[in-house]
């Protein structure tokens, strides 16, 4: 049983910040790559940003240069900190993370109930 608990969502106006948090609990042997996903309702799901275990990132292009995905190896936990906030990030972020349970088996896909970001004056 593995469980994401995010944190961190609310209202903002444009040129604010805020910063999420997602931390991985249960029967973990390991997590490997995590990651934070937004939906608006009529779009498909975005990809905004994802991290490995060594600290690799991608982020998605509207994205670059305002947000920072980092994670807390010994915590389970990944971050995201957005900072210049515009409307259009309004969204609910969901945290995505692929855990192994046990040592020698696959990573399994994780994903917590979202957290709703606001950005609006």
């Known amino acids: 049983q593995v469980q994401l608990v995010e944190s961190g969502g609310g209202l903002v106006q444009p040129g604010g910040s805020l910063r999420l948090s997602c931390a991985a609990s249960?029967?973990?042997?390991?997590?490997?790559?995590m990651g934070w996903y937004r939906q608006v309702p009529g779009k498909q799901r975005e990809l905004v940003a994802r991290?490995?275990?060594?600290?690799?990132?991608n982020y998605a292009d509207s994205v670059k240069g305002r947000f920072t995905i980092s994670r807390d190896n010994a915590k389970n936990t990944v971050y995201l900190q957005m900072n210049s906030l515009k409307p259009e990030d309004t969204a609910v972020y969901i945290c995505?993370?692929?855990?192994?349970?046990?040592?020698?088996?696959?990573?399994?896909?994780?994903w917590g109930q979202g957290t709703q970001v606001t950005v609006s004056s």
């Open positions: 249960g029967s973990i042997f390991r997590v490997d790559t």
């Open positions: 995505n993370a692929n855990v192994r349970t046990r040592a020698f088996e696959p990573s399994f896909e994780s």
């Open positions: 991290i490995t275990s060594g600290g690799n990132t």
